[in-house]
């Protein structure tokens, strides 16, 4: 059962036509990732299922078509987004940053016990709870930014470059992470990634994209064992 | 010594009026990054509709509390209908519509309830504070307004859902709208406050300058100058720049020769430049701390 279908995504920056008719689906429950290279039109795609770029053509999460909606809207039907550059409030505390992503949640007590679980998955931000966001390291900040979002107990979330920045081993800890969010908390989860070898051992679904279009879809094993893929579109 | 104290006590309780003025532009500041020059206008406006709640007959206190609410709807409205279809418009459209609002303002003020100057009561009476002679119980009221406004602000901004997703609005709307906050809403609400807290500033401070359409124009200034002293983006910083100009004024118009009450006004002027040029974020301004 898919739980997101786009059909004939279609996005514009301005004149400039960014996505030229994008389709596929995510299936509940798995990690999806989109790989392709800069200006390919990834962050496009998972601007344009929020709403933040204008777009046409038809986007459905759970029966339900996103088209019209203001992206705070989207937000709470579950659908969370931790944008590239993270998108931290800096001047605020790591408590208060995750008090944010639960903003929307009326159920006052399990947030605390929600903010509670986000220190047991990094508990780096448990040493810094008081601190303000914008003094975290740039691996901190990252997990800041995936724990705000899983504050909003989303059924989906998107990611985009979780991997942008950040030093090789806190790049693993935190794909381990997404992992278990994954499988635990049964978040679906659709990663943008330039570090494809990476996103493809967390993923199980991949979609390749060359300007504004996907050029090949098929499961991560597929696409880690096409010799041609691998070589003209991820660079490895 | 005596005439020293005098004029800070007073410097204080007209401090107080400049503060809660800075409070409203504070509020509007941090919802939509602009001076909004028609705060003064919008106070003034409020004060003539607690004037007119008195005139039919309703007490004090039922008057001020209705016109706050008259306000805060009032300010959401003007932004729906006035600001929001200018969201995206350049600075120098924002600041067509605030002098707009302004002249609109005054002038419908005028019209209805004429220029004439009218008294406009104190909840706090006249007398001496204390026994004292040297600050009325009207000045002490003000004061004592202005803390526990700031107190409640805090409450509302440390302690709250809705402070923090405005906090959260005013600093990163794009983030703000990623956790699901409707920062369109957010700012209205700011508008509706900042209105409700001027609406507080002019019915304090009419009992002192009188009831009038033009009598918010100099207080204004003061209160710009109050909020650039304390930091545009810090409603602490306001209440503290509203009670420093507010002491300075009156020491420069009692020590230096030739200045008096005449040349205050300018003082604020100077006091808004020297504070530009020195130290552009103010006393208390946010400084953003980051690692790179």
Request: net charge positive.
């Amino acid at each position: 059962m898919s739980m997101l279908k786009i059909n004939d995504l279609r996005a514009y920056y301005g004149q400039v036509q960014a996505l030229h008719g994008l389709e596929f689906a995510l299936t509940e429950g798995t990690v999806t990732t989109l790989l392709g290279a800069n200006g390919a039109g990834k962050t496009t795609t998972l601007r344009a299922i929020c709403n933040m770029i204008r777009s046409t053509g038809n986007i459905e999460f759970e029966g339900k078509k996103l088209g019209g909606m203001s992206t705070e809207s989207i937000v709470r039907l579950g659908i969370a987004h931790v944008p590239q550059g993270r998108g931290t409030f800096t001047n605020m505390t790591v408590e208060e940053n995750l008090q944010l992503g639960a903003i929307t949640r009326p159920d006052k007590k399990q947030i605390a016990s929600d903010i509670e679980r986000m220190y047991d998955h990094f508990p780096r931000l448990k040493q810094r709870y008081t601190q303000q966001a914008g003094t975290l390291s740039g691996g901190e900040q990252q997990m800041l930014a995936v724990a705000r979002a899983l504050m909003l107990r989303p059924r989906l979330m998107l990611l985009d470059e979780p991997s942008f920045g950040l030093a090789p081993l806190i790049v693993r800890d935190l794909f381990g992470i997404l992992g278990k969010i994954n499988r635990e908390d049964k978040v679906t989860i659709l990663v943008v990634e330039q570090n494809a070898q990476l996103a493809l051992e967390l993923a199980q679904q991949a979609h390749v994209i060359e300007t504004g279009r996907i050029v090949m879809s098929g499961t991560a094993a597929e696409i880690k064992n096409n010799e041609d893929i691998r070589k003209s579109y991820l660079g490895y | 010594m005596e005439l020293f104290t005098n004029q800070v006590l007073a410097g204080i309780a007209t401090g107080a009026i400049y503060a809660c003025m800075a409070l409203a532009v504070v509020m509007i500041y941090q919802a939509i990054d602009h001076l909004n020059f028609a705060q003064g206008e919008m106070a003034m406006f409020s004060t003539f509709i607690a004037y007119q709640l008195m005139q039919w007959g309703l007490s004090f206190w039922p008057a001020f509390i209705l016109t706050l609410v008259i306000s805060f709807i009032g300010g959401i409205v003007l932004e729906r209908v006035l600001f929001k279809p200018l969201t995206n418009a350049p600075v120098l459209v924002h600041v067509a519509g605030f002098i707009a609002l302004f002249a609109i303002l005054n002038s419908v003020a005028g019209l209805t309830w004429d220029f004439t100057i009218k008294q406009f009561p104190s909840p706090f009476g006249s007398s001496g504070f204390l026994g004292s002679q040297l600050i009325s119980t009207h000045q002490a009221g003000m004061v004592g307004v202005t803390l526990v406004l700031l107190a409640l602000l805090y409450i509302f901004f440390r302690f709250t859902r809705v402070g923090l997703a405005m906090r959260a609005a005013a600093s990163l709307p794009e983030s703000a709208r990623l956790v699901g906050i409707n920062t369109s809403w957010m700012i209205a609400l700011g508008w509706g406050m900042a209105s409700a807290i001027g609406a507080i500033a002019g019915m304090l401070i009419a009992p002192v300058v009188f009831l009038e359409p033009n009598m918010m124009g100099g207080i204004l200034l003061y209160g710009f100058a109050a909020a650039v002293l304390g930091g545009l983006t810090s409603p602490l910083g306001a209440v503290v720049g509203g009670f420093l100009v507010g002491i300075f004024e009156n020491l420069v118009g009692t020590y230096i020769p030739g200045i008096g009450n005449e040349l205050k006004l300018p003082i604020a002027l100077a006091l808004i430049i020297v504070v530009l040029v020195i130290k552009p974020s103010g006393l208390f301004g946010r400084k953003i701390v980051q690692r790179v």
